[in-house]
């Protein structure tokens, strides 16, 4: 009973560097989403998905790149880290049949 | 496009107090409306929704009601408790290209004994 899980929870990086978040869910959902919390501005999409294979844009994508290979992973990506990138990312998967999204628990990532 | 315009935050109250956080909205037919309620080091979960005008959805004691009159989905409660401590969140999709949820910013929310 997993539901939705972010790895990792935390993680610094130096300014240039490059990683990745994963996201996995359990549930079959076909929709899965990456947002950044920021303090004042809530949340905001960065890249979603429909289904395997697929991905879109969504309101703040720049400096982000993702990849669904598989159904139950969405992978984000950031090739060189901005400190401007320092946030909150939260995962959140949900079926095509249903408009309730489910969250992960979050990642916070700082850029220095 | 569509956004969701939340009361500022942080509120703080005393327990059993009466609670209510303003949400309106913009957006294009009929959106689907939502709160999300956040506890401290956790993801979003969902507290209650609202497909259709005049629907109350109710949870846990929070109610709200989708009015499309005046656009809004305020959410309230009508005796919070320490426990209710956390950061609400308004949200919509849209009935139209349905794929994305817009969050409004959020509201902190802080009960003292």
């Known amino acids: 009973n997993a539901g939705v899980t972010q790895t990792p929870k935390f993680r610094v990086l130096k300014t240039g560097q490059s990683m990745t978040l994963l996201c996995a869910q359990d549930m079959n959902h076909e929709y899965m989403y990456w947002y950044r919390q920021d303090p004042g501005m809530g949340l905001r999409l960065i890249h979603y998905s429909v289904g395997e294979g697929t991905t879109a844009k969504g309101e703040v994508p720049d400096g982000y790149n993702v990849s669904r290979l598989k159904k139950q992973n969405f992978l984000l990506g950031l090739e060189s880290a901005a400190p401007s990138q320092t946030s909150v990312y939260f995962c959140?998967?949900?079926?095509?049949?249903?408009?309730?999204?489910?969250f992960g628990a979050g990642s916070r990532l700082t850029v220095l | 496009g569509d956004s969701v315009t939340q009361m500022e935050g942080p509120v703080t109250l005393s327990e059993e107090a009466f609670l209510t956080i303003n949400c309106t909205y913009t957006a294009t037919g009929y959106p689907s409306l939502f709160w999300y309620v956040q506890y401290p080091g956790e993801g979003l979960q969902l507290l209650l929704k609202a497909t259709k005008a005049d629907d109350k959805g109710s949870n846990k004691g929070f109610e709200a009601t989708y009015r499309k009159e005046t656009t809004s989905f305020h959410l309230e409660k009508g005796s919070v408790q320490v426990s209710d401590s956390a950061v609400y969140f308004c949200?919509?999709?849209?009935?139209?290209?349905?794929?994305?949820?817009?969050f409004g910013t959020g509201t902190r929310l802080t009960i003292i004994p």
């Open positions: 959140a998967s949900r079926t095509s049949g249903a408009n309730v999204l489910t």
């Open positions: 949200a919509l999709t849209s009935n139209f290209g349905n794929e994305k949820l817009t």
